[in-house]
Nanobody
């Protein structure tokens, strides 16, 4: 079965950290651009970070720049999103997606999404 599975969400206090995982089964993530999206209640789903398929170039939306870090572990066929200095406004369901596109530090262009994960809830609250 071809699927992406996110994990690592939960409840954390402001200023805390979480590491989200996006694990693939049935296919290899290396050849895909991986995008992390989030969707807060009442808002549209927005892309917040991308990692390229070839050289690991990463993109971050301004609101998470300097706090979040995306990375790949090829051996584990997994992409991670390390989230530090979390704020209440980071509360959302986080999704990973795999597809085709281009990633530069200044922009992430994804032409297609082939796979979506089911999402993991992140709640930042005291």
């Amino acid at each position: 079965q071809l699927q992406l599975v996110e994990s690592g969400g939960g409840l954390v206090q402001p200023g805390g950290s979480l590491r989200l995982s996006c694990a693939a089964s049935g296919f290899t993530l290396d050849s895909y651009v991986i995008v992390w999206f989030r969707q807060a209640p009442g808002k549209e789903r927005e892309p917040i970070s991308c990692i390229s398929s070839n050289d690991g170039t990463a993109y971050y939306v301004e609101s998470v720049k300097g706090r979040f870090a995306i990375s790949r572990d090829t051996a584990k066929n997994t992409v991670f999103l390390q989230m530090n200095s979390l704020k209440p406004e980071d509360t959302a369901v986080y999704y990973c997606a795999a597809g085709g596109g281009s990633v530069l530090p200044s922009i992430c262009v994804f032409r297609r999404i082939d796979y979506w994960g089911q999402g993991t809830q992140v709640t930042v609250s005291s």
